[in-house]
């Protein structure tokens, strides 16, 4: 009996888990996330965003599992890297945007004194978040981008079935996040394209692999066939 760990339709569903398990994972967070920040939901704003920030980053996920292995001296190994930057770059910014607008805005407000006027503070903690948010939302669609430039190299052109999903999933994450509805739908979205994006790569040969990375096959004299 062959070794289950490298059954190809093992690799494909733990593929497929890996790319979707965070943004599936956040579009549930989602339903329950508060609309907006006020005194009764501050508690559950400061905590969610607590458990949130090692969450977050694992959207890239997405991306790295699709790209994983040392990357070529071609344009699909550039890409790669670029990808890389660009995963790491969103992972960064977002924590940042976590930190301050879920962590810093919902402590302020949970720790107001009675009486005490703490929106031009969350106003201003919200503003820097924006900018982070925002600036994470142009590092994910640029890793997008070189992922997919990576994975056509690999694999063709049906990878641009899922960057399309995903284009679009970052467009709508520059200002919807995770609250809902638009941002519980954008997170599906998200989940959709990675598993459209990684397809290719997953059903290119029966091993998982692409079929300009198969080896030669060989006689069983050790000569190339």
């Known amino acids: 009996a062959g070794d289950p760990t490298y059954d190809p339709a093992v690799r494909r569903l733990r593929t ?3 790319v ?3 943004p599936l994972g956040l579009a549930v967070v989602g339903l329950f996330h508060p609309t907006g920040l ?8 400061a905590t969610m965003h607590i458990w949130l920030l090692p969450v977050f980053p694992l959207l890239t996920l997405g991306l790295i599992v699709p790209l994983w292995g040392r990357p070529a001296l071609n ?3 550039v890409a790669t890297v670029l990808a890389w930057l660009g995963a790491a770059a969103f992972a960064a910014l977002y924590t940042g945007l976590d930190a301050v607008a879920g962590i810093g805005a919902g402590t302020v407000e949970l720790e107001r004194a009675p009486g005490q006027d703490v929106g031009p503070s ?6 820097t978040a924006d900018s982070l ?3 994470a939302a142009y590092a994910l669609s640029a890793a997008v981008l070189a992922a997919s430039v990576a994975l056509v190299a690999r694999h063709g052109w049906p990878v641009l079935i899922g960057t399309a999903v995903l284009v679009v999933c970052t467009y709508s994450f520059y200002d919807s996040h995770i609250f809902y509805p638009r941002g519980v739908f954008t997170m599906v979205g998200f989940a959709i394209g ?5 397809w290719p790569g997953l059903r290119s040969s029966p091993g998982g692999r692409s079929r300009r990375e198969l080896p030669m096959p060989t006689a069983g004299n050790g000569r190339r066939a």
């Open 20 to 22: 979707t398990v965070t």
């Open 133 to 135: 948010g925002h600036a």
């Open 194 to 198: 990675f598993a459209l994006l990684a």
């Open 38 to 45: 006020n005194p009764s939901t501050a508690h559950m704003w």
């Open 16 to 18: 497929i888990g890996l």
């Open 122 to 127: 969350i106003a201003a903690l919200f503003r």
């Open 75 to 77: 344009v699909a190994g």
